[in-house]
């Protein structure tokens, strides 16, 4: 028998539970970023969503399973995301261009979980801590990897430096430029992280 007519084809229900938990991991992170993990309840995570606290545990086991999820699940999407957009060209330089293009995009669309890894991070369960922590090394390795080709003589610690320093150079603007009545639009932020952390690797 062909392998698509075994696979279970989603139903109504299935989509509806899905689409609920997405909803909680996204108001789950907005809830975390502005109060901290530790300060909001399952009740006000489930009321984001329209349920009741223990309704929350038809779709994570507790909490702290609920923080994992934020945090692994980025962690994949950007290790994933930063090998796709790499596997795009074989040119070192734009393959730069398209990881700093990529990484802003990151931080201006989910600045709230940039928020809750920066203070959250020491909540998590050992084993989601060790597999986050996996996932950021495995993701710097892809931006030291271009940055060799770009620069040849310099050693693997100047370059794991830099690359920290770029992740925090486009990390902490959209988090610190939050609500302030002047911040400039995301597209003058965009071209602004952008230019900037292109400028800095560059050196």
């Known amino acids: 028998m062909a392998r698509g007519l075994t ?4 139903t ?13 991991l996204h108001e789950a992170a907005r809830l975390f970023a502005d109060r901290g993990f530790t300060a909001v309840s399952l009740e006000e995570l489930g009321a984001a969503v329209g349920v009741s606290g223990p309704a929350v545990y ?12 934020i945090l692994v699940r980025v962690s994949e999407r950007l290790r994933e995301g930063g090998a796709t957009v790499i596997a795009g060209t074989d040119d070192p330089r734009a393959q730069l261009d398209a990881l700093v293009q990529f990484h802003v995009d990151f931080a201006l669309r989910d600045a709230d979980v ?8 020491a909540s998590l369960s050992d084993e989601d801590r060790h597999t ?26 100047d370059l794991r430096v830099r690359a920290h320093a770029c992740f925090g150079l486009i990390n902490s603007t959209p988090h610190s430029m939050r609500g302030a009545g002047s911040a400039p639009a995301d597209g003058t932020m965009r071209g602004i992280l952008e230019s900037m952390a292109v400028s800095a690797l560059s050196i």
Do not use: C, T
């Open 7 to 10: 696979e279970r084809i989603p």
């Open 12 to 24: 109504e229900r299935d989509k509806a539970k899905a689409d609920r938990q997405s909803a909680l």
């Open 58 to 69: 038809r779709h994570f086991a507790n909490k702290q399973a609920l923080l994992g999820a």
């Open 114 to 121: 940039i928020r809750v890894q920066d203070r959250d991070l």
């Open 132 to 157: 986050v922590r996996r996932l950021q090394r495995e993701y710097i390795a892809l931006w030291m990897d271009v940055l060799a080709r770009l620069h040849p003589a310099r050693s693997e610690s």
